[in-house]
């Protein structure tokens, strides 16, 4: 099963990735399950909290961090990214790091369809980890 973690922050952008990536699952007949965090901050402690609960081969994170007037943007895209890496070599799960960093809005919205790529990525991690 393939566990797709997707923040809801930014949800015209992250819901489309979300839907390219089902579409790869469907079409590899996979089994996969969605939840929803509020943003890319909170997809860590959920990627944990559902490897230890749920047991997945795999997970997808999905988020769109888009640089802002602050710092804020580096702030949240360090702290994503380096606590899916923990998470996922702490619990030996591949985790795919599906969150865009764009600079403009326009960026995120030319890669919406990047979570078929992730969804590929995933099916391969899972059966590498299988044999």
Not at 34 to 40: D, L
Not at 107 to 114: G, K, S
């Amino acid at each position: 099963m393939i566990l797709i973690l997707t923040a809801h922050f930014r949800s015209d952008i992250t819901d489309k990735l979300e839907a390219s990536a089902v579409e790869v699952l469907k079409k590899a007949q996979e089994t996969y399950e969605i939840i929803r965090v509020p943003g890319a901050v909170e997809l860590p402690i959920a990627a944990q909290k559902m490897i230890r609960k749920k047991k997945p081969d795999a997970i997808i994170a999905l988020g769109c961090v888009l640089k802002g007037d602050t710092d804020h943007y580096e702030y949240v895209i360090d702290a994503c990214r380096d606590g899916l890496v923990r998470v996922s070599l702490d619990e030996s799960i591949p985790i795919v790091h599906g969150v865009l960093a764009c600079q403009e809005l326009r960026h995120a919205q030319e890669r919406t369809q990047n979570g078929a790529e992730y969804a590929q990525t995933a099916l391969h991690m899972k059966q590498l980890f299988s044999q």
